[in-house]
């Protein structure tokens, strides 16, 4: 019998620019505010390092989290980069909104964003949901003015194909659709004991918990259908002008997805990192930190070699 993904399973088991004031925190250099990406929202950002000729690492989060699930990866790259996080439409500190919660909405948010912080030649970093986000954005805007592009752990969507290709894995996300409903909470702790499998600091599982909880359910449940089922954006990896970079636990459900999206991009590096669920770079922040840190030498050596 084929086997539902470890997430759904865990799940059951466990139910049996304009910017306000920026706030910071002289100690660490990590400054936070909330710009406006038009339409009346607002996206809550986390910055650190800061502008200049330093690459800028802008992280995309996933479903149900925020800007705070990098905070390792921000800790140890803002020394050496500029780097920007924040919480998407609808979920943390960020705009609720129950229009446009869609990747193609949030590509718009994020090149806003983008402009609005005056962020140029970018990496962007999207994970999970994020890289269905990311792929919107190549979709709409390109990579030409990318410096980088990193996708974690996830494949981009082929749409409502994908409900035909693997119709047992798209029932079983329906049916928990109903039990996320009705038990956000109970709902969102199995999510983060199935992603995230390592032992964190006392209260973090349960501060992540309480950012998911921000989310309406039924918002999150349209921004999974638009996510998963709503639009085909695998025709975006061929878009993909610059250098790339797939990061995937080795135990991912969607791994040979992600390879077979991997060799849609031109000039790639897919990694696995082994014994890591699906937010790797939570359980295995070294690992996960050396492959970005890499990634970005080799990216800016090869843009500053092909400067005239």
């Given at each position: 019998m084929k086997s539902f993904?470890?997430?759904?399973?865990?799940?059951?088991?466990?139910?049996?620019?304009?910017?306000?004031?920026?706030?910071?925190?002289?100690?660490?250099?990590?400054?936070?505010?909330?710009?406006?990406?038009?339409?009346?929202?607002?996206?809550?950002?986390?910055?650190?390092?800061?502008?200049?000729?330093?690459?800028?690492?802008?992280?995309?989060?996933?479903?149900?989290?925020?800007?705070?699930?990098?905070?390792?990866?921000?800790d140890r790259f803002a020394a050496t980069c500029r780097v920007i996080a924040f919480d998407p439409r609808s979920e943390g500190q960020s705009t609720i909104t129950t229009s446009g919660n869609t990747p193609e909405m949030r590509a718009q948010d994020l090149h806003n964003l983008l402009e609005a912080l005056g962020a140029r030649h970018p990496v962007?970093?999207?994970?999970?949901?994020?890289?269905?986000?990311?792929?919107?954005?190549?979709?709409?805007?390109g990579a030409h003015d990318l410096a980088g592009l990193v996708l974690v752990d996830a494949a981009v969507s082929d749409g409502a194909d994908g409900i035909r290709a693997r119709p047992e894995e798209a029932a079983a996300q329906f049916k928990m659709f109903s039990v996320y409903q009705a038990h956000q909470p109970e709902y969102l702790r199995g999510m983060m004991e199935a992603i995230i499998t390592k032992p964190q600091p006392p209260g973090a599982i349960d501060r992540l918990i309480a950012i998911g909880l921000k989310t309406p359910p039924a918002i999150g449940i349209a921004m999974l259908v638009a996510d998963l089922f709503g639009v085909n954006r695998t025709a975006a990896l061929k878009k993909v002008d610059c250098p790339a970079l797939i990061i995937a636990s080795a135990k991912s459900d969607e791994l040979a997805r992600q390879q077979v999206g991997a060799s849609q991009i031109q000039h790639v590096r897919f990694e696995k990192i082994d014994d890591a669920a699906h937010a790797v770079f939570v359980d295995q922040p070294v690992r996960f930190g050396e492959l970005l840190e890499k990634f970005v030498k080799d990216a800016a050596m090869a843009s500053a070699s092909s400067t005239p």
């Open positions: 993904p470890r997430l759904i399973i865990l799940l059951i088991a466990g139910l049996a620019g304009n910017a306000s004031a920026v706030t910071e925190n002289s100690a660490s250099g990590i400054r936070e505010r909330k710009v406006d990406v038009g339409e009346g929202v607002s996206l809550r950002v986390i910055e650190a390092g800061q502008a200049g000729p330093a690459t800028t690492l802008v992280f995309v989060p996933g479903w149900s989290t925020g800007a705070d699930i990098w905070r390792q990866q921000i962007l970093i999207g994970w999970s949901q994020g890289v269905q986000d990311v792929a919107a954005y190549i979709e709409r805007y």
